[in-house]
Structures are given as structure tokens and as C-alpha cells.
């Protein structure tokens, strides 16, 4: 067998497993008893219901999304959900209680058992410590290469306020494996496995889990972001492979989308197998609605644009022109000062593009980023650190000139 044919086979055998895996965990969560959680949960929905007079409509919104994920904590009828449809264990973890079937709601993986033990206000805590842990880790690491570039990730991610981490579990998992991948390029990079297959596997299983943990809050963050800071990592100072450059974004995104799509799928495919309903049918309707460029809810309007979804998102950074600009002029004095302009410009090229995957990820799910810019906005944190990045490589750029011009009077 061909290597290339091996390692198809590899990556089919990944998703495959990645499916019997998740299938697993959320198995194991509804076996957990809904007696030992159920103290926790009652409490946490209280706390919610407290917070919601007092809060932005934003996490208010993120409030109503946590009360989803805490009720489907428990398993069977209790009082928050009861049907006269009786279902075990088994088919109940495909189910949960026909509330938003169609996503895995692999969160309730980490959620239930923490529920165990804590009520929502720890549980936070836990997941913002776990975010600033692995947000300095990230850091770190950048600023290893470059500071600039470190400053640049910092930048972008605190424009799109993180502090949402302290209020909305229903952010964490994205952004954590955001943060994971990025991490996990970077080291790959510094112990020279950052092969075409390596990095093809890695966004293989970022895709899978994107779509298992995600309550398809931000999921293009978890693309976009790492592959900005792998380009930016690697290729800043160092010679430019351009072959791998474009090999990497073809793959990543070839790689990250399709597991995205196969494990979505797989879940539709699995709950209606196993559960009798028409999931996947149901699925299939609200990928049509959910891509679409209408709304049921009239306050909205029952009709818009792509564009204007679009438009809706940005809205939340009214400085982004202003910074695009700078960004734009960035690009232009990095090529300019480049001793290999070709080379230079494909990899700008390679970042523009990467950075507006946000952009037109909002045009293909339309519907669903008009109906919940609340939170789908955040998703811009990928257009904000290319942005970031394009002026750092400026900056380092007319450094460098400047420090080159200096030794040459010296000499």
C-alpha cells in the first residue's frame, strides 16, 4: 500500500474513532446519576435566574444558552424537562430530552461530572483559570519568535472581551481549543514536526472536537486563529517555503472542514438510528434555515441579506475599518522592505485569506450569525489578529531596516 493511500486510511480510522469516542463520553455522562448532580444544577439555574435582571443582553443570552447545557445535565424526566417517551440511558445520551438534538452537546462530557462537585459559579472559575493558564502558555511561547507577535495575539483575542469567560461556560471549550491547537502547532514547529500530515491530523481532530465540544457559539476561531499564529511563528525572519504555505491552508481548512461536517453528520445519523426520530431529517431542515437569509422572529426582520449579516457582526468593532487601513498599509511596507518580494507576498496573501475565514463563514451561515450576533461577533477574532499580525510584521520590518541602515554607516 502507497504511503499516501496509508495515510488516508489514517485519517478515515481517526474520524471513525473520534466518533466511537464521543459516542462514549456521552454515554458515560448520562450514566451518572441524575441524584448526585441534580442539587447543583437546581442551584446554578437559581444563580441564572438571579443574574438575568442585572446583566448585558449579551450575557444574557449566553445565560439562556447555560440553562440549556445545566438541564440537560439531568438525564431523565425531572423538572425541568419530562416526556411520556421513555428512553434509557443509552438512547437518552442522543436525545437529551429532543433539546437541540442535532448538536452532540459534548460538553455535557466535563459538565455533568463537574456538576458532581460544583454549582455554576465554580465551574466558571474553573474554566477561566484553564483559559488564562493556557492564554499565558500561548504567550509565552509566541514571544519565544517575537514579542510583537505575542502583543499581536493578546490584542485580538482582548478585543473581542474575554471576560465573557467569567460568565458563559458556553464560550470555554472554543476558545481552550483555540488555545490548545495553537500551542500545539507552536511546539510542533519548534521540534520540526510540522509535516504536511502532522498538521493535517491536528486539524483533523480540532474540526471533530469543535463540533462535539461547541454549542456553535464561535467554531472558526479554532481554524483561523492557529493558522494565523502558525504562519506568522514560523515563517517571520525564516525563509519562505511558499509550496508549504499553500499546502498548509489548503489542508488545514480541507481537513478542519471536513471532520466538521462528518462528525455533525455522524451525530444526526446516530441519534435517528438510535432514538427513532427523524433527527437527521430535522438537521437537514435547520441547515437550510440556519444557512439561509430569513428569520420567523419579526423583531428582526423576517428577511436580510448575507451582507447584512455580515454587517450586523462587524458592527460590534466600529474601529475595524480604521484598523484594516493600518493593517493594509502594514502589508504594504512589509513587501516593500522584503529583499524576497514573491515569497513575502504569498505568505500576506496566505494571512489575508486566513483572516477573513470568518467573513465568509458568516456569509454561508447567515441566518444563524443575523439571528445571534450577540455572540457570534466574537467570531471576528480571526480578521482582528491577521489584522495585528499584518502591522507587527511591519514594525519588525522597519526595524530591521533601521538596524541594517545603522550598521551599514557604521561600517
Request: hydrophobic content about 50%.
Given at each position: 500500500?502507497?504511503?499516501?493511500?496509508?495515510?488516508?486510511?489514517?485519517?478515515?480510522?481517526?474520524?471513525?474513532?473520534?466518533?466511537?469516542?464521543?459516542?462514549?463520553?456521552?454515554?458515560?455522562?448520562?450514566?451518572?446519576?441524575?441524584?448526585?448532580?441534580?442539587?447543583?444544577?437546581?442551584?446554578?439555574?437559581?444563580?441564572?435566574?438571579?443574574?438575568?435582571?442585572?446583566?448585558?443582553?449579551?450575557?444574557?443570552?449566553?445565560?439562556?444558552?447555560?440553562?440549556?447545557?445545566?438541564?440537560?445535565?439531568?438525564?431523565?424526566?425531572?423538572?425541568?424537562?419530562?416526556?411520556?417517551?421513555?428512553?434509557?440511558?443509552?438512547?437518552?445520551?442522543?436525545?437529551?430530552?429532543?433539546?437541540?438534538?442535532r448538536y452532540w452537546q459534548g460538553y455535557l462530557s466535563f459538565l455533568k461530572p463537574l456538576l458532581v462537585f460544583f454549582d455554576l459559579v465554580m465551574i466558571r472559575n474553573i474554566g477561566s483559570l484553564l483559559f488564562l493558564g493556557l492564554m499565558c502558555i500561548t504567550l509565552l511561547l509566541l514571544a519565544k519568535k517575537s514579542n510583537q507577535l505575542s502583543l499581536a495575539f493578546l490584542i485580538a483575542v482582548s478585543l473581542v472581551s474575554p471576560y465573557i469567560m467569567v460568565t458563559a461556560i458556553s464560550f470555554v471549550p472554543v476558545f481552550l481549543i483555540m488555545l490548545l491547537a495553537t500551542i500545539t502547532l507552536v511546539l510542533m514547529t519548534d521540534k520540526k514536526k510540522d509535516?504536511?500530515?502532522?498538521?493535517?491530523?491536528?486539524?483533523?481532530?480540532?474540526?471533530?472536537?469543535?463540533?462535539?465540544?461547541?454549542?456553535?457559539?464561535?467554531?472558526?476561531?479554532?481554524?483561523?486563529?492557529?493558522?494565523?499564529?502558525?504562519?506568522?511563528?514560523?515563517?517571520?525572519?525564516?525563509?519562505?517555503?511558499?509550496?508549504?504555505?499553500?499546502?498548509?491552508?489548503?489542508?488545514?481548512?480541507?481537513?478542519?472542514?471536513?471532520?466538521?461536517?462528518?462528525?455533525?453528520?455522524?451525530?444526526?445519523?446516530?441519534?435517528?438510528?438510535?432514538?427513532?426520530?427523524?433527527?437527521?431529517?430535522?438537521?437537514?431542515?435547520?441547515?437550510?434555515?440556519?444557512?439561509?437569509?430569513?428569520?420567523?422572529?419579526?423583531?428582526?426582520?423576517?428577511?436580510?441579506?448575507?451582507?447584512?449579516?455580515?454587517?450586523?457582526?462587524?458592527?460590534?468593532?466600529?474601529?475595524?475599518?480604521?484598523?484594516?487601513?493600518?493593517?493594509?498599509?502594514?502589508?504594504?511596507?512589509?513587501?516593500?522592505?522584503?529583499?524576497?518580494?514573491?515569497?513575502?507576498?504569498?505568505?500576506?496573501?496566505?494571512?489575508?485569506?486566513?483572516?477573513?475565514?470568518?467573513?465568509?463563514?458568516?456569509?454561508?451561515?447567515?441566518?444563524?450569525?443575523?439571528?445571534?450576533?450577540?455572540?457570534?461577533?466574537?467570531?471576528?477574532?480571526?480578521?482582528?489578529?491577521?489584522?495585528?499580525?499584518?502591522?507587527?510584521?511591519?514594525?519588525?520590518?522597519?526595524?530591521?531596516?533601521?538596524?541594517?541602515?545603522?550598521?551599514?554607516?557604521?561600517?
Open positions: 500500500m502507497g504511503g499516501f493511500a496509508k495515510k488516508i486510511l489514517i485519517l478515515i480510522g481517526t474520524l471513525i474513532a473520534l466518533v466511537a469516542i464521543f459516542s462514549i463520553l456521552m454515554i458515560f455522562q448520562a450514566l451518572i446519576p441524575d441524584a448526585w448532580v441534580e442539587h447543583n444544577v437546581v442551584r446554578s439555574v437559581e444563580i441564572l435566574d438571579q443574574e438575568s435582571g442585572s446583566v448585558t443582553n449579551e450575557i444574557s443570552l449566553s445565560g439562556y444558552t447555560e440553562q440549556i447545557m445545566l438541564k440537560n445535565s439531568i438525564t431523565g424526566n425531572n423538572q425541568f424537562y419530562s416526556s411520556s417517551e421513555s428512553y434509557n440511558d443509552v438512547q437518552e445520551a442522543f436525545w437529551n430530552h429532543g433539546v437541540e438534538t509535516s504536511l500530515f502532522n498538521i493535517a491530523f491536528l486539524f483533523l481532530i480540532v474540526g471533530a472536537c469543535t463540533t462535539f465540544f461547541d454549542f456553535l457559539t464561535t467554531p472558526i476561531i479554532t481554524l483561523g486563529a492557529p493558522v494565523l499564529a502558525y504562519l506568522a511563528y514560523k515563517y517571520r525572519g525564516s525563509p519562505i517555503d511558499i509550496k508549504h504555505i499553500i499546502l498548509i491552508v489548503v489542508l488545514s481548512c480541507l481537513l478542519w472542514g471536513m471532520s466538521y461536517v462528518f462528525i455533525w453528520a455522524s451525530k444526526w445519523i446516530l441519534a435517528t438510528l438510535i432514538t427513532g426520530h427523524n433527527v437527521l431529517g430535522d438537521a437537514l431542515n435547520q441547515l437550510v434555515y440556519r444557512s439561509g437569509v430569513s428569520t420567523v422572529d419579526s423583531e428582526l426582520g423576517l428577511s436580510f441579506t448575507r451582507t447584512k449579516a455580515v454587517e450586523k457582526n462587524l458592527d460590534y468593532f466600529p474601529y475595524l475599518t480604521g484598523l484594516s487601513i493600518v493593517a493594509a498599509i502594514g502589508a504594504l511596507i512589509t513587501v516593500a522592505v522584503s529583499r524576497s518580494k514573491p515569497a513575502t507576498l504569498i505568505l500576506l496573501i496566505a494571512i489575508i485569506f486566513m483572516s477573513i475565514t470568518p467573513i465568509l463563514w458568516m456569509l454561508v451561515t447567515a441566518n444563524h450569525v443575523f439571528v445571534h450576533a450577540l455572540f457570534t461577533h466574537r467570531g471576528i477574532l480571526v480578521y482582528l489578529l491577521g489584522c495585528c499580525i499584518l502591522i507587527s510584521f511591519a514594525l519588525t520590518s522597519l526595524n530591521d531596516l533601521r538596524i541594517t541602515k545603522k550598521s551599514a554607516k557604521a561600517v
